[in-house]
């Protein structure tokens, strides 16, 4: 590979990472499937409010085919190599994640945003109770229901704590991301493994130009958004993460 990347004392990283940093862990990527399917669904089905209700037993079935197939995987030295870095630049690291199965925390990462939510939660489709830590892998055709919406006389089902299309992106995980670029006295922006499709991630090279930074693309394809890097390292992520950075 040409020349490393230096991070030098004063600079701040920011990493997005997509499906792609996964697909080594065996986990396939969304766009992997040229019909337009995912894992045998059509992703508005399993991914979308009108969808879940329309058939909530299918959708759940579906997250939990993912949360036993997430279980079953170990993260690979993309992740690896990304939980290292931030071991060694403490709060100049940032993880901005889309992906939802949960392998960046298992590698070691800590300062991880969910931008898309997690598999390995779960929260009510109606009140506003906090999401809570939920591995189970349901049966056929359960469908869990919401205790508190129980106790209150009422019913409604849980969902997943994934952001499905058509939905907004917590505000709080936005702010966070661009509080740091823009306290970021020198930045550096690393996108990984993801096709730039999918907004407001597929927008953050862009902000992170506004605030002068600099900005790098690992994939192994070309992005939708591949343009507005100042670098295409073209690779798999868990070959060309682990060498790319030389930190001071
Ligand atoms: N692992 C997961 O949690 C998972 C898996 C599938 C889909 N999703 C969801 O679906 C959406 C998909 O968007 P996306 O942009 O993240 O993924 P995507 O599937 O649209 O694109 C993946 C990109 O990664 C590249 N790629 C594939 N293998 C790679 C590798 N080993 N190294 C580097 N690059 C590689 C591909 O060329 C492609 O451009 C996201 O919203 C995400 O939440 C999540
Ligand atoms: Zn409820």
């Not at 499906?19 to 045998?40: C, H, M, N, Q």
């Not at 994640?97 to 779960?122: C, M, P, W, Y």
């Not at 090279?205 to 073209?234: C, K, M, P």
Request: net charge negative.
């Amino acid at each position: 590979m040409s020349e490393k990347i230096r991070i030098d004392k004063s600079t701040s990283l920011l990493v997005l990472t997509g499906a792609g940093v996964s697909a080594e862990s065996g986990i396939p990527t969304f766009r992997a499937s040229a019909d337009g399917l995912w894992e045998k669904h059509r992703i508005e089905d399993v991914a979308s409010p009108e969808g879940f209700a329309e058939d909530p037993a299918m959708v759940w079935r579906f997250y939990s085919e993912r949360r036993a197939k997430a279980k079953s995987v170990a993260p690979n030295p993309g992740h690896h190599a990304l939980a290292s870095l931030e071991e060694q630049l403490g709060d100049r690291f940032m993880l901005a994640t889309q992906n939802v199965d949960g392998l960046h925390g298992r590698a070691g990462s800590k300062r991880v945003v969910e931008i898309h939510g997690s598999l390995f939660k779960t929260r009510c489709s109606r009140c506003d109770r906090e999401p809570f830590a939920d591995e189970t892998v349901y049966g056929h055709d359960e469908v869990p229901g919401c205790g508190r919406c129980a106790s209150e006389g009422g019913s409604s089902l849980l969902r997943p704590h994934i952001v499905w299309f058509g939905e907004m992106l917590d505000p709080v995980d936005l702010h966070k991301i661009s509080r740091f670029m823009s306290n970021a006295n020198k930045l550096l922006f690393v996108a990984a493994g993801t096709s730039g499709a999918v907004y407001p991630a597929a927008g953050f090279v862009q902000t992170a130009r506004r605030y002068g930074g600099q900005t790098i693309l690992v994939n192994q394809e070309a992005a939708d958004n591949g343009g507005q890097f100042h670098r295409w390292i073209q690779g798999r992520s868990g070959e060309v993460l682990p060498s790319l950075f030389d930190v001071e």
